[in-house]
């Protein structure tokens, strides 16, 4: 069995603070032995690191795809590609699942051919998306993304961490045509300020901490059709990463009750930021 994960640091590793994300623990009830591949990130007409031909048929994989600081654009042109490229080979994806950023991130193509991520807080200089074009454009790319998988079976999950924009939500001719059951949450809400609210994030920008890993492959794998009653979160998360997330989450909560959510973008200069202020 093959799973294929992409999106941005809410579903990218973050070994300096946790052993797993919400991937790990949906590979480890899924797959239980397996391979991880760290799809390399920007690959144009092939891949750098790995071709499906060469995968081994009586192994199980898990292919990670996310990286900090990703934009919709990226997400989308790396998930595409990747289907296809599956597709081709004749080798079959069996969950694909895709997290959503903030829709006015976006990819700069620079001289020289290198990419460059340009968002709210990065490069800004470069020129971000604005709605409604910017919550219209990833709206597109889940009809794509939905229409190819489903076209040919593969199971799949699109987490909308961010939410998108409201009044162009309501303006849109495209809402109606997304399948909601595949969502995570609605695209309204995403799970950022919830979570932020309840004390699942680790940091301003609303990056998930141990509960927020843990909730959001509990809603992955009944999305999937698959059992929700999964290990116990102390089997993924040490007792030490449990009682620190505890302790900063009482200060999180009152900070939040005091300020509002922050309504940051989570890039990786956001990281943290929130933990020198208390």
């Known amino acids: 069995m093959i799973i294929y994960s992409n999106g941005c640091s809410h579903t990218a590793d973050v070994k300096q603070n946790y052993d797993n994300v919400y991937i790990d623990i949906l590979a480890n009830e899924v797959l239980q032995n397996y391979k991880t591949i760290k799809v390399q990130e920007g690959h144009y007409n092939k891949f750098k690191n790995f071709n499906f031909k060469d995968l081994d048929t009586d192994t199980n994989y898990l292919l990670k795809n996310a990286e900090h600081g990703k934009s919709n654009d990226l997400i989308f042109f790396e998930s595409y590609n990747v289907i296809k490229d599956s597709i081709i080979n004749s080798v079959k994806l069996d969950f694909v699942i895709i997290q959503f950023s903030g829709v006015n991130r976006r990819i700069h193509s620079n001289p020289d051919g290198s990419l460059l991520k340009v968002n709210p807080f990065d490069n800004s200089e470069m020129g971000v998306k604005f709605d409604p074009f910017a919550t219209e454009q990833s709206l597109q790319y889940i009809l794509i993304l939905q229409d190819l998988l489903k076209e040919h079976s593969i199971n799949y999950c699109f987490i909308p961490y961010m939410e998108f924009d409201s009044d162009t939500l309501d303006k849109s001719s495209n809402l109606k045509f997304i399948d909601t059951k595949y969502l995570t949450t609605n695209l309204y809400d ?87 202020l208390l």
Request: glycine share 8%; proline share 3%; net charge positive.
């Open 190 to 276: 995403g799970h950022r300020n919830n979570f932020r609210t309840n004390g699942y994030v680790n940091d301003a920008p609303g990056h998930p901490n141990h509960q927020g890993y843990y909730i959001l492959a509990k809603i992955i794998l009944k999305k999937l059709g698959l059992s929700d009653k999964i290990n116990p979160i102390e089997h993924y998360f040490s007792d030490r990463i449990i009682r620190r997330d505890k302790k900063y989450n009482s200060s999180f909560i009152r900070w939040i009750k005091e300020n509002g959510n922050m309504l940051s973008d989570g890039t990786d200069d956001d990281i943290d930021k929130l933990r020198e």
